[in-house]
Protein backbone atom coordinates (compact mmCIF):
# COMPACT_ATOMS: atom_id res chain seq x y z
CA UNK A 1 0.00 0.00 0.00
CA UNK A 2 2.92 2.32 -0.76
CA UNK A 3 2.31 4.52 -3.55
CA UNK A 4 5.87 6.14 -5.07
CA UNK A 5 5.35 8.63 -7.21
CA UNK A 6 8.43 10.48 -9.94
CA UNK A 7 8.54 14.01 -8.20
CA UNK A 8 9.81 16.26 -11.24
CA UNK A 9 11.00 18.81 -8.37
CA UNK A 10 13.67 16.41 -7.42
CA UNK A 11 13.49 14.20 -10.69
CA UNK A 12 13.48 10.95 -8.35
CA UNK A 13 10.90 8.45 -7.25
CA UNK A 14 9.75 9.09 -3.55
CA UNK A 15 6.89 7.16 -1.64
CA UNK A 16 4.06 9.75 -1.36
CA UNK A 17 3.10 10.57 2.17
CA UNK A 18 0.88 13.19 2.91
CA UNK A 19 0.99 16.49 5.15
CA UNK A 20 -1.86 15.93 6.81
CA UNK A 21 -2.56 11.91 7.44
CA UNK A 22 -5.93 10.81 5.50
CA UNK A 23 -5.73 14.53 3.40
CA UNK A 24 -3.86 15.94 -0.02
CA UNK A 25 -4.14 18.82 -1.39
CA UNK A 26 -2.97 19.24 -5.11
CA UNK A 27 -3.06 22.54 -7.02
CA UNK A 28 -3.49 21.40 -10.56
CA UNK A 29 -2.60 24.72 -13.03
CA UNK A 30 -5.85 24.94 -15.48
CA UNK A 31 -6.92 26.41 -18.71
CA UNK A 32 -6.14 29.78 -19.85
CA UNK A 33 -9.50 30.62 -21.30
CA UNK A 34 -8.70 31.84 -24.35
CA UNK A 35 -10.16 30.03 -27.10
CA UNK A 36 -12.19 26.20 -27.39
CA UNK A 37 -10.16 23.50 -25.52
CA UNK A 38 -8.98 20.84 -27.63
CA UNK A 39 -7.24 18.03 -26.93
CA UNK A 40 -4.22 18.52 -25.74
CA UNK A 41 -5.99 20.64 -22.94
CA UNK A 42 -7.91 17.57 -21.70
CA UNK A 43 -5.12 15.10 -21.36
CA UNK A 44 -3.83 17.15 -18.37
CA UNK A 45 -7.29 17.08 -17.06
CA UNK A 46 -7.47 13.09 -17.19
CA UNK A 47 -4.23 12.72 -15.69
CA UNK A 48 -4.84 14.04 -12.59
CA UNK A 49 -8.46 12.91 -12.39
CA UNK A 50 -6.85 9.28 -12.44
CA UNK A 51 -4.52 10.63 -9.90
CA UNK A 52 -6.91 11.79 -8.03
CA UNK A 53 -9.11 8.72 -8.06
CA UNK A 54 -6.32 6.19 -6.85
CA UNK A 55 -5.78 8.46 -4.29
CA UNK A 56 -9.39 8.26 -2.85
CA UNK A 57 -10.24 4.69 -4.04
CA UNK A 58 -6.68 3.13 -3.43
CA UNK A 59 -5.58 4.91 -0.78
CA UNK A 60 -9.01 5.93 1.21
CA UNK A 61 -7.66 9.52 1.56
CA UNK A 62 -9.59 12.55 1.11
CA UNK A 63 -8.25 14.87 -1.86
CA UNK A 64 -8.93 18.50 -2.33
CA UNK A 65 -8.31 19.50 -6.03
CA UNK A 66 -8.07 22.69 -7.08
CA UNK A 67 -7.96 23.75 -10.30
CA UNK A 68 -7.72 27.58 -11.36
CA UNK A 69 -8.64 29.35 -14.24
CA UNK A 70 -6.93 31.58 -16.06
CA UNK A 71 -10.02 34.24 -16.57
CA UNK A 72 -7.10 37.26 -17.61
CA UNK A 73 -4.06 37.41 -20.06
CA UNK A 74 -2.52 39.17 -22.89
CA UNK A 75 -3.85 36.38 -24.96
CA UNK A 76 -7.44 37.17 -23.75
CA UNK A 77 -7.10 40.86 -24.06
CA UNK A 78 -6.11 40.80 -27.95
CA UNK A 79 -8.44 38.07 -28.87
CA UNK A 80 -11.48 39.62 -27.12
CA UNK A 81 -10.70 43.08 -28.76
CA UNK A 82 -10.55 41.45 -32.07
CA UNK A 83 -13.51 39.81 -31.47
CA UNK A 84 -15.33 43.04 -30.24
CA UNK A 85 -16.28 41.68 -27.19
CA UNK A 86 -14.98 42.56 -23.47
CA UNK A 87 -12.61 40.45 -22.49
CA UNK A 88 -14.84 38.94 -19.60
CA UNK A 89 -17.04 38.05 -21.83
CA UNK A 90 -14.85 36.85 -23.97
CA UNK A 91 -13.42 34.65 -21.12
CA UNK A 92 -17.18 32.86 -19.34
CA UNK A 93 -17.60 31.89 -22.99
CA UNK A 94 -14.49 29.67 -23.11
CA UNK A 95 -14.89 28.86 -19.67
CA UNK A 96 -18.25 27.37 -20.32
CA UNK A 97 -16.62 25.38 -23.45
CA UNK A 98 -14.12 23.98 -21.11
CA UNK A 99 -16.32 23.10 -18.46
CA UNK A 100 -18.41 21.03 -21.26
CA UNK A 101 -15.76 19.38 -22.33
CA UNK A 102 -14.57 18.34 -18.62
CA UNK A 103 -17.64 16.73 -18.18
CA UNK A 104 -17.99 14.99 -21.18
CA UNK A 105 -14.97 13.02 -20.88
CA UNK A 106 -15.76 12.10 -17.11
CA UNK A 107 -13.46 14.40 -15.10
CA UNK A 108 -14.95 14.89 -11.52
CA UNK A 109 -15.26 18.54 -10.71
CA UNK A 110 -12.21 20.41 -9.30
CA UNK A 111 -13.35 21.21 -5.31
CA UNK A 112 -12.32 24.60 -6.20
CA UNK A 113 -11.92 26.53 -9.12
CA UNK A 114 -11.05 29.78 -8.55
CA UNK A 115 -10.76 32.45 -11.28
CA UNK A 116 -7.43 34.37 -11.32
CA UNK A 117 -9.47 37.81 -11.40
CA UNK A 118 -11.33 36.66 -8.02
CA UNK A 119 -8.13 37.32 -6.35
CA UNK A 120 -6.63 40.77 -6.79
CA UNK A 121 -6.52 41.90 -3.69
CA UNK A 122 -4.72 38.96 -2.24
CA UNK A 123 -2.18 39.25 -5.14
CA UNK A 124 -1.65 43.14 -4.06
CA UNK A 125 -0.78 41.81 -0.32
CA UNK A 126 1.21 39.26 -1.83
CA UNK A 127 3.45 41.47 -4.04
CA UNK A 128 3.76 44.19 -0.38
CA UNK A 129 5.05 40.79 1.11
CA UNK A 130 7.61 40.05 -1.40
CA UNK A 131 8.79 43.49 -1.46
CA UNK A 132 9.16 43.97 2.21
CA UNK A 133 11.52 40.99 2.47
CA UNK A 134 13.56 42.37 -0.56
CA UNK A 135 12.35 40.10 -3.39
CA UNK A 136 10.63 42.44 -5.98
CA UNK A 137 10.94 45.78 -7.14
CA UNK A 138 9.00 48.80 -8.35
CA UNK A 139 10.25 50.04 -11.80
CA UNK A 140 8.90 52.99 -13.81
CA UNK A 141 7.82 55.51 -11.42
CA UNK A 142 4.55 56.48 -10.15
CA UNK A 143 2.99 54.32 -12.08
CA UNK A 144 4.70 51.37 -13.11
CA UNK A 145 5.31 47.54 -13.01
CA UNK A 146 6.39 45.49 -9.89
CA UNK A 147 9.00 42.49 -11.04
CA UNK A 148 10.20 39.88 -9.25
CA UNK A 149 14.10 40.30 -8.74
CA UNK A 150 15.48 36.59 -9.44
CA UNK A 151 18.86 37.45 -8.37
CA UNK A 152 17.39 38.00 -4.85
CA UNK A 153 16.61 34.32 -4.65
CA UNK A 154 19.92 31.86 -4.76
CA UNK A 155 16.92 28.94 -4.86
CA UNK A 156 16.12 30.10 -8.60
CA UNK A 157 16.13 27.65 -11.29
CA UNK A 158 16.50 24.93 -8.53
CA UNK A 159 13.16 23.13 -9.33
CA UNK A 160 14.33 23.07 -13.25
CA UNK A 161 17.79 22.15 -12.15
CA UNK A 162 19.08 25.23 -14.50
CA UNK A 163 21.86 27.31 -14.00
CA UNK A 164 20.13 30.64 -13.33
CA UNK A 165 22.96 32.77 -15.91
CA UNK A 166 21.89 30.82 -18.65
CA UNK A 167 17.90 31.61 -17.74
CA UNK A 168 15.72 33.54 -20.81
CA UNK A 169 13.42 35.71 -19.91
CA UNK A 170 9.55 35.27 -19.29
CA UNK A 171 7.44 35.66 -23.04
CA UNK A 172 4.56 34.46 -21.68
CA UNK A 173 3.78 38.02 -19.54
CA UNK A 174 6.90 40.26 -19.86
CA UNK A 175 7.00 42.66 -22.66
CA UNK A 176 8.97 45.91 -20.46
CA UNK A 177 12.00 47.12 -20.72
CA UNK A 178 12.54 49.01 -16.97
CA UNK A 179 13.48 45.01 -15.54
CA UNK A 180 16.74 44.73 -13.76
CA UNK A 181 17.56 41.94 -15.07
CA UNK A 182 16.08 39.63 -18.09
CA UNK A 183 15.29 36.85 -15.83
CA UNK A 184 12.86 39.25 -13.65
CA UNK A 185 9.30 38.19 -13.77
CA UNK A 186 6.21 40.60 -13.90
CA UNK A 187 3.99 40.40 -10.63
CA UNK A 188 2.25 43.64 -11.26
CA UNK A 189 1.27 45.07 -14.94
CA UNK A 190 0.65 48.37 -14.74
CA UNK A 191 -1.72 49.50 -17.61
CA UNK A 192 0.84 52.51 -18.35
CA UNK A 193 3.59 49.98 -19.52
CA UNK A 194 1.17 48.47 -21.49
CA UNK A 195 0.12 51.25 -23.75
CA UNK A 196 4.06 51.67 -24.11
CA UNK A 197 4.74 48.53 -25.03
CA UNK A 198 1.93 48.27 -27.53
CA UNK A 199 -0.32 45.75 -25.52
CA UNK A 200 -3.46 45.82 -26.52
CA UNK A 201 -5.94 48.21 -24.67
CA UNK A 202 -6.11 46.85 -21.28
CA UNK A 203 -9.74 48.98 -20.95
CA UNK A 204 -12.17 46.99 -18.04
CA UNK A 205 -8.76 45.32 -16.92
CA UNK A 206 -7.00 47.20 -14.46
CA UNK A 207 -7.65 47.19 -10.80
CA UNK A 208 -6.19 50.02 -8.24
CA UNK A 209 -3.16 49.79 -6.31
CA UNK A 210 -0.41 51.52 -4.86
CA UNK A 211 1.63 51.12 -7.88
CA UNK A 212 -1.02 52.51 -9.91
CA UNK A 213 -3.34 50.88 -12.15
CA UNK A 214 -2.92 47.39 -13.21
CA UNK A 215 -3.21 43.91 -13.43
CA UNK A 216 -1.53 41.05 -12.03
CA UNK A 217 0.88 38.70 -13.35
CA UNK A 218 0.25 35.02 -14.16
CA UNK A 219 2.44 33.53 -12.21
CA UNK A 220 1.14 35.17 -9.11
CA UNK A 221 -2.24 34.41 -9.73
CA UNK A 222 -1.14 30.81 -8.95
CA UNK A 223 0.99 31.30 -6.06
CA UNK A 224 -1.79 33.24 -4.23
CA UNK A 225 -4.57 31.00 -4.85
CA UNK A 226 -2.15 27.97 -3.56
CA UNK A 227 -1.78 30.26 -0.52
CA UNK A 228 -5.76 31.17 -0.06
CA UNK A 229 -7.09 27.50 -0.62
CA UNK A 230 -4.25 25.00 0.22
CA UNK A 231 -2.21 27.15 2.51
CA UNK A 232 1.34 27.41 3.03
CA UNK A 233 2.53 24.02 2.19
CA UNK A 234 0.45 21.28 0.03
CA UNK A 235 1.21 18.39 -1.39
CA UNK A 236 1.08 18.04 -4.76
CA UNK A 237 1.15 20.75 -7.48
CA UNK A 238 0.59 18.97 -11.36
CA UNK A 239 0.46 20.50 -14.68
CA UNK A 240 2.07 19.77 -18.20
CA UNK A 241 5.49 19.46 -18.80
CA UNK A 242 5.00 23.09 -20.40
CA UNK A 243 4.41 24.59 -17.55
CA UNK A 244 7.77 23.99 -15.93
CA UNK A 245 9.81 26.99 -16.61
CA UNK A 246 8.89 29.52 -16.32
CA UNK A 247 5.57 28.95 -14.81
CA UNK A 248 6.77 26.65 -12.56
CA UNK A 249 9.78 27.84 -11.54
CA UNK A 250 8.36 31.31 -10.96
CA UNK A 251 5.39 30.33 -8.50
CA UNK A 252 7.98 28.44 -6.52
CA UNK A 253 10.48 31.45 -6.24
CA UNK A 254 8.01 33.76 -5.18
CA UNK A 255 6.27 31.58 -2.81
CA UNK A 256 9.39 30.34 -0.88
CA UNK A 257 11.04 34.05 -1.23
CA UNK A 258 7.53 35.01 0.96
CA UNK A 259 8.41 32.34 3.15
CA UNK A 260 6.25 29.51 2.43
CA UNK A 261 6.76 26.14 2.03
CA UNK A 262 5.14 25.31 -1.21
CA UNK A 263 4.80 22.47 -2.53
CA UNK A 264 5.85 19.26 -1.66
CA UNK A 265 5.80 17.01 -4.81
CA UNK A 266 5.78 17.89 -8.54
CA UNK A 267 4.06 16.18 -11.13
CA UNK A 268 4.06 16.68 -14.76
CA UNK A 269 2.05 15.40 -17.53
CA UNK A 270 3.72 14.84 -20.88
CA UNK A 271 1.60 15.98 -24.04
CA UNK A 272 -0.47 15.16 -26.85
CA UNK A 273 1.53 14.54 -29.61
CA UNK A 274 1.09 14.90 -33.58
CA UNK A 275 4.43 13.65 -36.10
CA UNK A 276 5.89 13.94 -32.80
CA UNK A 277 4.74 17.83 -32.23
CA UNK A 278 2.74 19.29 -29.14
CA UNK A 279 -0.44 19.61 -30.29
CA UNK A 280 -1.20 23.43 -29.42
CA UNK A 281 -3.79 26.23 -30.81
CA UNK A 282 -0.04 28.22 -31.74
CA UNK A 283 1.44 25.65 -33.93
CA UNK A 284 -2.26 25.02 -35.66
CA UNK A 285 -1.80 21.08 -35.21
CA UNK A 286 -4.89 21.06 -32.76
CA UNK A 287 -7.55 18.84 -34.56
CA UNK A 288 -10.93 20.43 -32.95
CA UNK A 289 -12.76 18.49 -30.18
CA UNK A 290 -16.32 19.20 -32.10
CA UNK A 291 -14.49 17.23 -35.09
CA UNK A 292 -12.76 14.49 -33.25
CA UNK A 293 -16.09 13.48 -31.11
CA UNK A 294 -17.67 13.16 -34.61
CA UNK A 295 -15.95 9.85 -34.92
CA UNK A 296 -16.08 8.82 -31.32
CA UNK A 297 -18.01 8.94 -28.36
CA UNK A 298 -16.94 10.73 -25.57
CA UNK A 299 -15.86 7.69 -23.53
CA UNK A 300 -13.98 5.94 -26.04
CA UNK A 301 -12.15 9.33 -26.17
CA UNK A 302 -11.52 9.34 -22.66
CA UNK A 303 -10.32 5.96 -22.26
CA UNK A 304 -7.14 7.50 -25.27
CA UNK A 305 -6.50 10.11 -23.19
CA UNK A 306 -6.04 8.10 -20.01
CA UNK A 307 -3.76 5.09 -21.82
CA UNK A 308 -0.42 6.10 -21.91
CA UNK A 309 2.07 6.24 -18.83
CA UNK A 310 1.18 10.03 -17.76
CA UNK A 311 4.93 10.94 -18.25
CA UNK A 312 4.94 9.97 -22.03
CA UNK A 313 3.82 11.91 -24.70
CA UNK A 314 0.43 10.69 -26.18
CA UNK A 315 0.64 10.77 -30.35
CA UNK A 316 -2.83 11.31 -31.60
CA UNK A 317 -3.37 8.98 -34.95
CA UNK A 318 -6.22 7.28 -36.54
CA UNK A 319 -4.88 3.67 -35.77
CA UNK A 320 -4.30 4.86 -32.13
CA UNK A 321 -8.11 6.26 -31.66
CA UNK A 322 -9.22 3.30 -33.41
CA UNK A 323 -7.25 0.72 -31.21
CA UNK A 324 -8.45 3.05 -28.45
CA UNK A 325 -12.29 2.61 -29.26
CA UNK A 326 -11.85 -1.25 -29.81
CA UNK A 327 -10.45 -1.32 -26.49
CA UNK A 328 -12.73 0.32 -24.62
CA UNK A 329 -15.70 -2.05 -26.70
CA UNK A 330 -14.37 -4.88 -25.26
CA UNK A 331 -14.55 -3.97 -21.90
CA UNK A 332 -18.23 -2.79 -22.20
CA UNK A 333 -19.24 -5.95 -24.12
CA UNK A 334 -18.14 -7.99 -21.30
CA UNK A 335 -19.41 -5.65 -18.77
CA UNK A 336 -23.07 -6.15 -20.95
CA UNK A 337 -22.42 -9.76 -21.51
CA UNK A 338 -22.15 -10.81 -17.72
CA UNK A 339 -24.84 -7.83 -16.78
CA UNK A 340 -27.10 -10.23 -14.27
CA UNK A 341 -24.39 -11.19 -12.44
CA UNK A 342 -23.25 -7.76 -11.32
CA UNK A 343 -23.43 -6.89 -7.47
CA UNK A 344 -23.47 -3.43 -9.38
CA UNK A 345 -20.72 -1.26 -6.97
CA UNK A 346 -17.39 -0.89 -7.62
CA UNK A 347 -15.43 -2.23 -4.42
CA UNK A 348 -12.05 -1.33 -4.09
CA UNK A 349 -11.09 -4.69 -2.74
CA UNK A 350 -12.38 -6.14 -5.82
CA UNK A 351 -8.90 -4.65 -7.59
CA UNK A 352 -6.48 -7.05 -8.40
CA UNK A 353 -3.20 -6.57 -6.58
CA UNK A 354 -1.20 -6.71 -9.78
CA UNK A 355 -3.18 -3.43 -10.37
CA UNK A 356 -2.89 -1.92 -7.14
CA UNK A 357 0.95 -2.14 -7.63
CA UNK A 358 0.62 -1.27 -10.89
CA UNK A 359 -0.91 2.29 -9.88
CA UNK A 360 1.49 2.64 -6.69
CA UNK A 361 4.64 2.62 -8.99
CA UNK A 362 4.10 6.26 -10.49
CA UNK A 363 0.88 5.95 -11.78
CA UNK A 364 1.47 2.81 -14.43
CA UNK A 365 -1.47 2.90 -16.38
CA UNK A 366 -0.23 0.74 -19.16
CA UNK A 367 0.58 -2.02 -16.80
CA UNK A 368 -3.04 -1.31 -14.72
CA UNK A 369 -4.51 -1.39 -18.41
CA UNK A 370 -2.85 -4.73 -19.32
CA UNK A 371 -4.26 -6.28 -16.06
CA UNK A 372 -8.09 -4.81 -16.69
CA UNK A 373 -7.69 -6.67 -20.19
CA UNK A 374 -6.12 -9.81 -18.61
CA UNK A 375 -9.29 -9.72 -16.68
CA UNK A 376 -11.95 -9.12 -18.93
CA UNK A 377 -10.57 -12.26 -21.11
CA UNK A 378 -10.67 -14.24 -18.11
CA UNK A 379 -14.16 -13.42 -17.74
CA UNK A 380 -15.16 -13.88 -21.13
CA UNK A 381 -13.61 -17.41 -20.50
CA UNK A 382 -15.54 -17.81 -17.49
CA UNK A 383 -18.84 -16.85 -19.14
CA UNK A 384 -18.18 -19.05 -22.35
CA UNK A 385 -17.40 -22.23 -20.02
CA UNK A 386 -20.75 -21.41 -17.56
CA UNK A 387 -18.73 -20.36 -14.79
CA UNK A 388 -21.45 -18.11 -12.98
CA UNK A 389 -19.26 -17.77 -9.90
CA UNK A 390 -15.81 -16.69 -11.70
CA UNK A 391 -17.80 -14.12 -14.00
CA UNK A 392 -19.29 -12.48 -11.28
CA UNK A 393 -15.94 -12.25 -9.73
CA UNK A 394 -13.90 -11.27 -12.50
CA UNK A 395 -16.96 -8.42 -13.28
CA UNK A 396 -16.45 -6.97 -10.29
CA UNK A 397 -12.77 -6.73 -10.24
CA UNK A 398 -13.46 -5.21 -13.77
CA UNK A 399 -16.06 -2.42 -12.76
CA UNK A 400 -13.67 -1.75 -9.96
CA UNK A 401 -10.75 -1.30 -12.14
CA UNK A 402 -12.89 0.77 -14.89
CA UNK A 403 -14.11 3.09 -11.89
CA UNK A 404 -10.61 3.83 -10.82
CA UNK A 405 -9.79 5.14 -14.26
CA UNK A 406 -12.66 6.59 -14.69
CA UNK A 407 -13.77 4.84 -17.63
CA UNK A 408 -16.58 2.81 -16.06
CA UNK A 409 -19.42 2.49 -18.34
CA UNK A 410 -22.32 2.55 -15.84
CA UNK A 411 -20.80 5.65 -13.95
CA UNK A 412 -21.83 9.49 -14.40
CA UNK A 413 -21.79 10.67 -17.56
CA UNK A 414 -21.40 7.47 -19.23
CA UNK A 415 -24.45 5.98 -18.09
CA UNK A 416 -26.56 8.45 -19.75
CA UNK A 417 -25.11 7.88 -23.23
CA UNK A 418 -24.14 3.88 -23.06
CA UNK A 419 -26.18 2.29 -20.89
CA UNK A 420 -29.92 0.66 -20.92
CA UNK A 421 -32.01 2.93 -19.27
CA UNK A 422 -32.60 1.35 -15.51
CA UNK A 423 -36.30 0.56 -16.30
CA UNK A 424 -35.71 -0.96 -19.52
CA UNK A 425 -32.85 -3.23 -17.88
CA UNK A 426 -35.43 -4.09 -14.69
CA UNK A 427 -38.00 -5.08 -17.20
CA UNK A 428 -35.81 -7.26 -19.24
CA UNK A 429 -34.43 -8.78 -16.02
CA UNK A 430 -38.43 -9.65 -15.08
CA UNK A 431 -39.24 -11.22 -18.31
CA UNK A 432 -36.23 -13.39 -18.73
CA UNK A 433 -36.47 -14.64 -15.06
CA UNK A 434 -40.25 -15.98 -16.27
CA UNK A 435 -39.31 -17.20 -19.37
CA UNK A 436 -36.24 -19.34 -17.44
CA UNK A 437 -39.19 -20.19 -14.64
CA UNK A 438 -41.31 -21.17 -17.24
CA UNK A 439 -38.16 -23.34 -18.85
CA UNK A 440 -37.31 -25.12 -15.87
CA UNK A 441 -40.82 -26.22 -15.40
CA UNK A 442 -41.07 -27.60 -18.60
CA UNK A 443 -37.90 -29.43 -18.27
CA UNK A 444 -39.00 -30.56 -14.89
CA UNK A 445 -41.62 -32.17 -16.42
CA UNK A 446 -39.89 -33.47 -19.02
CA UNK A 447 -41.64 -31.69 -22.09
CA UNK A 448 -37.93 -30.66 -23.70
CA UNK A 449 -39.91 -29.33 -26.81
CA UNK A 450 -41.08 -26.22 -24.58
CA UNK A 451 -38.00 -26.05 -22.98
CA UNK A 452 -35.75 -25.87 -26.12
CA UNK A 453 -38.29 -23.55 -27.94
CA UNK A 454 -38.16 -21.20 -24.62
CA UNK A 455 -34.09 -21.53 -25.20
CA UNK A 456 -34.43 -20.48 -28.70
CA UNK A 457 -36.93 -18.01 -28.36
CA UNK A 458 -34.40 -16.33 -26.12
CA UNK A 459 -31.29 -16.70 -28.30
CA UNK A 460 -33.07 -14.69 -31.20
CA UNK A 461 -33.77 -12.32 -29.36
CA UNK A 462 -30.35 -12.21 -28.46
CA UNK A 463 -30.24 -13.52 -24.47
CA UNK A 464 -27.75 -16.63 -24.38
CA UNK A 465 -28.44 -19.08 -21.37
CA UNK A 466 -25.72 -20.68 -19.41
CA UNK A 467 -26.87 -24.11 -17.26
CA UNK A 468 -24.47 -25.04 -14.76
CA UNK A 469 -24.82 -27.05 -11.74
CA UNK A 470 -25.90 -24.03 -9.49
CA UNK A 471 -28.33 -22.90 -11.96
CA UNK A 472 -29.11 -21.00 -14.91
CA UNK A 473 -28.39 -17.37 -15.54
CA UNK A 474 -27.96 -15.20 -19.03
CA UNK A 475 -26.16 -12.87 -21.01
CA UNK A 476 -26.69 -10.79 -23.92
CA UNK A 477 -25.00 -12.68 -27.14
CA UNK A 478 -21.74 -11.04 -27.82
CA UNK A 479 -22.09 -8.53 -31.14
CA UNK A 480 -25.62 -8.19 -30.96
CA UNK A 481 -25.68 -5.62 -27.88
CA UNK A 482 -22.90 -3.26 -29.71
ZN1 LIG B 1 -0.04 27.84 -12.44
Same mark, same amino acid.
Given at each position: MTLRLFDSGTSSLRTFAPLRPGHVGIYLCGP???APPHVGHLRSAVVFDQLRRWLQIGHDLDVTLVRNITDLDDKILVASQAAGVPWWAWAARHERAFADAYRMIGILPPSIEPRATGHTAEMLTFIDRLIARGHAYRAGGEAGDVYF *?? /? /??? *??GSLTS????TLRGDEHTDQAT??? $???DFALWKSVLSDAATGTASTAGAAWASPYGPGRPGWHLSCSTMILRYLGESFDIHGGGL $? %???PHHENEQAQSRAAGYGFARYWMHNGWVTSSGDKISKSLGNATPLDDLLQHMRPLDLRYYLGS???RSNLELTDSALRAATAAMRRIEDFITRST?? /???TAD??? %?PVAFRNALDEDLNIPTALAVLHDEVRRGNTALAQHDARAGADTLDAVLAMTGVLGI???DSPWDESTATPPHAERAVEALVAQALNQRAQARAAGDFRTADRIRDELDAAGIVLNDSESGTTWGFTEGRTS
Open positions: TVQ *DV /S /SWP *DYQETGEKR $DPR $D %LRFAHYNH /SRRAEM %LNPR
